[in-house]
């Protein structure tokens, strides 16, 4: 099974900026889809972003034009640049991948998480 480990996430003043990076290792033979969530506490996992193999992209409403995603296909590793932050964008971001194995099956993976606070 492959691990998603993230990285980047901390305390941010409104209208700060941060980048959270996510490398996937392990048994790869390929990725699909790589993507970002959050969640706040008592609420369900949202998306936020998402990115193909190709650069296909999509966002949410809530980040479209301040959050940016992309992506190393050489080195298994997503990213999500996060511009104009809100307190509302307050979280834990979580990275996940759709991986193929070598002998053609395909799972998800999830990150451990990581915290981003954005102070008023």
């Known amino acids: 099974q492959a691990q998603l480990v993230e990285s980047g996430g901390g305390l941010v003043q409104a209208g700060g900026s941060l980048r959270l990076s996510c490398a996937a290792s392990?048994?790869?033979?390929?990725?699909?889809?790589m993507g970002w969530y959050r969640q706040t506490p008592g609420k369900q996992r949202e998306l936020v972003a998402h990115i193909t193999s190709g650069g296909m992209t999509s966002y949410a409403d809530s980040v479209k034009g301040r959050f940016t995603i992309s992506r190393n296909n050489a080195k298994n590793t997503v990213y999500l640049e996060m511009d104009s932050l809100k307190p509302e964008d307050t979280a834990v971001y979580y990275c996940n991948a759709d991986i193929f194995t070598s002998l053609g099956a395909i799972y998800t993976s999830w990150g451990q998480g990581t915290q981003v606070t954005v102070s008023s």
């Open positions: 392990g048994s790869i033979f390929s990725i699909n889809v």
